[in-house]
């Protein structure tokens, strides 16, 4: 279960005071909003909801929770991420190297299945300032970035997965990168707290310890994306003085 989805979801039950409601709002059917409020329910421990056969009304404990839920939530990125290509040297060496992106499409290509879909998830790449995207056509398809990573380091085949899963594998030598002017999308890691003018004492030793140990991690600090620079170039001998660079 989503659990920030069921808390929206609770929430949007809260405003429009029903199940009913609610589900006319979202889209969905009202007994698909009773059962993802009662998983929610069971997952925090805590009863939101008063229901009656024509009123639903939330607990002392639920006005609580929605108060600080839909009060104003602050975001600091802790680090920029990115998904790279990488296969094990093994498996380089037995398969070959692939040195364009069409090249992929003779590799055994490892897929990220989604656990709430089922589907295996779509590869994006950047080419050349453009973003590409496909399905990977692998036979192995695993549920999770860690071991999409140890499969390919296991020689499984080439993977797509954050860079930040490989930083341990590549270090020991049993991952590679390959394509490596192809990359995925950027995204960050960012971390959501209420902006509040007296947080508690143990929330802010939290938030500042998260600000000081997460960026620092070396998995992510070895991931953050490399700027790249350039060189202006030498004006020829026969040139007017402007520069081609």
């Known amino acids: 279960m989503d659990t920030l989805h069921a808390l929206r979801v609770a929430a949007v039950v809260h405003r429009t005071a029903g199940f009913s409601a609610a589900a006319r709002e979202l889209g969905v059917t009202p007994g698909a909003v009773a059962k993802l409020v009662a998983q929610l329910e069971a997952r925090i421990g805590m009863r939101l909801f008063e229901r009656s056969t024509r009123h639903v009304s939330p607990t002392r404990d639920a006005l609580l929770l929605f108060e600080r839920a839909e009060g104003p939530l602050r975001a600091r990125p802790l680090a920029t991420l990115y998904p790279v290509l990488c296969a094990s040297p093994g498996y380089l060496a037995a398969h070959g190297s692939p040195s364009v992106l069409e090249d992929l499409e003779r590799h055994r290509l490892i897929g990220l299945r989604s656990e709430s879909t089922g589907r295996v998830r779509d590869w994006t790449l950047l080419v050349k300032g453009r973003s590409v995207s496909f399905r990977p056509s692998g036979t192995l398809q695993v549920t999770d970035p860690e071991a999409l990573a140890a499969a390919a380091a ?58 000081a140990s997460v960026p620092a991690l070396p998995a992510l600090r070895e991931s953050q994306p490399a700027r790249t620079r350039t060189r202006p170039s030498a004006a020829p001998a026969s040139s007017t003085g402007r520069s081609r660079g």
Request: hydrophobic share 40%; charged share 20%.
């Open 154 to 211: 296991e020689g499984c085949g080439i993977a797509l997965v954050g860079f930040h899963h490989t930083a341990q594998p590549m270090s020991e030598g049993r991952l590679v990168r390959v394509l490596r002017e192809l990359h995925g999308p950027r995204f960050q890691i960012v971390i959501y707290y209420a902006r509040r003018r007296h947080q508690s004492a143990r929330v802010q030793a939290f938030i500042d310890h998260v600000l």
